[in-house]
Nanobody, 117 residues
């Protein structure tokens, strides 16, 4: 059973940067596709970025060019570098993992990101 724990959230001014980390345990992440999702108050959870086991990435249009997802299989870690943050990026950010083209089998508990204007 894969366990995921996010860290790195916080309060930042618009235009600032944050780096979220996701520590995995219970299994190696090499075989998993990994994702970052977010959920703002009153809104549905949405995919922010995903990275396949082979390292291919995809991003939501709203974060392209600003966010970068990466993975360090040796450390069993996944990261989300967020630059040029906007108030609309405010949300709880969740790390996720899955196989077979999915990234929604396992979830972390989430970390709050708040961007002030």
């Amino acid at each position: 059973q894969l366990q995921l724990v996010e860290s790195g959230g916080g309060l930042v001014q618009a235009g600032g940067s944050l780096r979220l980390s996701c520590a995995a345990s219970g299994s190696i992440i090499t075989i998993y596709a990994m994702g970052w999702y977010r959920q703002a108050p009153g809104k549905q959870r949405e995919l922010v970025a995903a990275i396949t086991a082979s390292g291919n990435t995809n991003y939501a249009d709203s974060v392209k060019g600003r966010f970068t997802i990466s993975r360090d299989n040796a450390k069993n870690m996944v990261y989300l570098q967020m630059n040029s943050l906007k108030p609309e990026d405010t949300a709880v950010y969740y790390c996720s993992a899955g196989r077979g083209g999915r990234t929604t089998t396992y979830w972390g508990q989430g970390t709050q990101v708040t961007v002030s204007s």
